[in-house]
């Protein structure tokens, strides 16, 4: 697209653009009497209209129907969990069995390393993304320690290149070849949470799968982000987190993959609990564990309705959608037009002052970039937050700002951008 500095521009990109109407189905915070500029989607999503009635009905229900509530009503809680999984699977391109709604992101984590990371003296390592998000380090050095090995040897972190800001692929393969026979796992994020880097999971899969290793993901930021398409990538398992591209609110409920492939493995140990149980028999409270064929099979525990219901909420938006590519044609848009404004303002004042770390190529990205302010970064971001944009602030000197195409527009976009050229002489 041959994108233009001028709000004229971003004006007829919003009348032209097909997703402008979901954008009134979001709660937008206001600011001084306005609608903020919301770039924080990678953070919290914001609350769908329809959140409120879809918790109280199921505060009604319970009111009610009290415990008749997991066998009555519209949608009876037993199965509530399993009338989000056709939306998820759409999501991550997966089949219905292959996902599981349940528990919050670090705990699928760990839940899944007893599945998948089951390492002996010879196959204990496991390769990771240098500067990965803390709590996945913090898992995965637990888990290895929980075996009895040394953390300091059995992970084996990829940075870039010495003057490279992302990884290469190439690289990525390379050093799992390199450990082919001391590979227990290969555990990576879908896309980076500080560079916005979105790496290339079918190659990583292929790569692990080769010298016979698992490939699992933690798609906490790629999920309702980017199309993917785990089944065919061949990933073991996967899980994600639902509060941020996908709007589930604050805490709201974790999701896992695991490949089919896995279902009938019975050398897979299960950290069980009665609601992984299958469940024509699960009320028989017959001893001995027997789990569901599925993903469903990894359950644990009692599902959360009520926070499932605020969940819900926002999978009738993805439904509406239909088909992920959809959104991420927007998505290449609008974040292509947020990295043109700030090349300008670059060009415009003949240095560059905003830095974007996250890959140029946009098959490598999703909608957010990381911006290195490098004057007054923290007051940069402080002048943005006065003037109604919410970004998101990390240490030392990046600005995460994210677009994200159901609810953000081109106008907020082409203001934001206004707002850091003005912040030059203002702060
Ligand atoms: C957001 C995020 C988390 C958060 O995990 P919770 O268990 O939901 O607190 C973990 N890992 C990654 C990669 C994330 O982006």
């Known amino acids: 697209m041959n994108y233009q500095n001028n709000l004229e521009f971003a004006k007829q990109q919003d009348q032209v653009d097909p997703l402008k109407d979901f954008r009134s189905r979001f709660l937008i915070p206001q600011h001084k009497g306005e609608d903020v500029i919301y770039l924080c989607g990678n953070s919290l999503g914001l609350q769908p209209t329809s959140a409120q009635q879809h918790i109280n009905d199921q505060l009604d229900n319970w009111k009610n129907l009290a415990v008749e509530g997991w066998f009555q009503g519209d949608d009876p809680w037993l199965d509530y969990h399993k009338s989000l999984s056709g939306s998820i699977a759409r999501i991550v391109g ?175 140990n299960r950290f069980a609990g009665w609601w992984g149980y299958r469940q024509d028999k699960r009320f028989l409270m017959a001893p001995g564990f027997d789990p569901a064929i599925g993903a469903n099979g990894w359950q644990v525990s009692t599902a959360p309705i009520l926070l ?59 909608c957010q970039l990381s911006v290195v302010c490098k004057r007054k970064a923290k007051a940069t971001f402080n002048f943005l937050a006065e003037n109604g944009v919410i970004g998101d602030w990390r240490e030392p000197d990046v600005i995460r700002l994210s677009p994200v195409p159901l609810y953000n527009t081109f106008q907020d976009v082409y203001k934001t951008a206004q707002l850091l050229n003005n912040s030059i002489t203002a702060v």
């Open 94 to 268: 997966a089949q219905e069995n292959e996902v599981a709604v349940m528990n919050s992101l670090t705990v699928n984590l760990h839940l899944l390393m007893v599945s998948f990371y089951k390492p002996d003296s010879k196959r204990y390592k496991v390769i990771m993304e240098g500067g990965a998000f803390p709590s996945d380090q913090y898992a995965m050095e637990s888990q290895v320690k929980y075996h009895g090995y040394d953390p300091a040897d059995a992970i084996i972190e990829i940075f870039p290149r010495e003057g490279e800001l992302t990884l290469r692929t190439e690289d990525i393969v390379n050093s799992i070849q390199q450990n082919q026979n001391e590979l227990a796992l290969v555990l990576f994020g879908g896309i980076n949470y500080y560079t916005g880097q979105f790496f290339d999971l079918k190659a990583i899969a292929d790569a692990a799968h080769n010298v016979g290793a698992y490939a699992g993901f933690d798609l906490a930021h790629a999920a309702g982000n980017v199309p993917l398409q785990l089944h065919d990538w061949g990933a073991d398992f996967a899980c994600w987190c639902s509060y941020k591209y996908m709007n589930s609110g604050p805490g709201g409920v974790s999701g896992i993959f695991v490949h089919e492939k896995h279902f009938t493995d019975k050398q897979l």
């Open 308 to 366: 499932l219901s605020l969940f819900k909420a926002s999978m009738t938006i993805f439904d509406a959608l239909g088909d992920m590519n959809i959104l991420r044609k927007k998505s290449l848009l609008l974040t292509g037009y947020l990295e043109f404004l700030i090349n300008e303002i670059n060009f415009n004042n003949g240095e560059e002052i905003f830095k974007i770390i996250t890959p140029a190529d946009p098959a490598s990205r999703g």
